[in-house]
T-cell receptor, first 113, second 114 residues
């Protein structure tokens, strides 16, 4: 069975600083991997996805993530945080043999002036 | 093209009542998924349906919970005899096929049991 682990339930950065949100997956087969963002009282919006093409994936709002098979990781980064990035971020994985997207527990990103 | 529509946005029920949550998928999407979000727990898969069929209900509690996706009309998640522990945000997603590339999430229904 696959699982997704997000290290750090809360991350705080200064505006303009690097954002790094960590995600590790556990899967016996290479998964499809996703990052979603959730703003307060809203649904989830897809940021980016990895589907076995390029290992460095660029998404919306300046975010990108790199798939590292050797580390079973798919960390999310953004070079310079903006106040509008404050939200909850979820990493998710899907393996072709399954029927569902498995989510991590989420990381709440706070951006401070 | 409207996105995934969920209603109501907020639902308050007393213990023992029934809760019905509705989800209209995006036009052209025939696959529907329900997830539950509890504080500090992320989103937990509940059920995956196609028109008139339950494909995977491995995340559904064995009692009081049921789901359907009829030939006509929205998908319904039904919770009978609600208890305080059912208080959560319930999200629906739809996709044109089984792969999650095309998942689109609704804004959720926030259920509060008092």
């Amino acid at each position: 069975a696959q699982s997704v682990t997000q290290l750090g339930s809360h991350v705080s950065v200064s505006e303009g600083a690097l954002v790094l949100l960590r995600c590790n997956y556990s899967s016996s087969v290479p998964p499809y991997l996703f990052w979603y963002v959730q703003y307060p009282n809203q649904g989830l919006q897809l940021l980016l996805k990895y589907t076995s093409a390029a290992t460095l994936v660029k998404g919306i709002n300046g975010f990108e993530a790199e798939f590292k098979k050797s580390e079973t990781s798919f960390h999310l980064t953004k070079p310079s945080a903006h106040m509008s990035d404050a939200a909850e971020y979820f990493c998710a994985a899907f393996t072709g043999g399954g029927n569902k997207l498995t989510f991590g527990t989420g990381t709440q990103l706070k951006v401070e002036l | 093209n409207a996105g995934v529509m969920q209603n109501p946005r907020h639902l308050v029920r007393r213990r023992g009542q029934e809760a019905r949550l509705r989800c209209s998928p995006m036009k052209g999407h025939s696959h529907v998924y329900w997830y539950r979000q509890l504080p500090e727990e992320g989103l937990k898969f509940m059920v995956y349906l196609q028109k008139e069929n339950i494909i995977d209900e491995s995340g559904m509690p064995k009692e009081r919970f049921s789901a359907e996706f009829p030939k006509e009309g929205p998908s319904i998640l039904r919770i009978q005899q609600v208890v305080r522990g059912d208080s959560a945000a319930y999200f629906c997603a739809s996709s044109p096929d089984r792969l999650p590339d095309g998942y689109t999430f609704g804004s959720g229904t926030r259920l509060t049991v008092v």
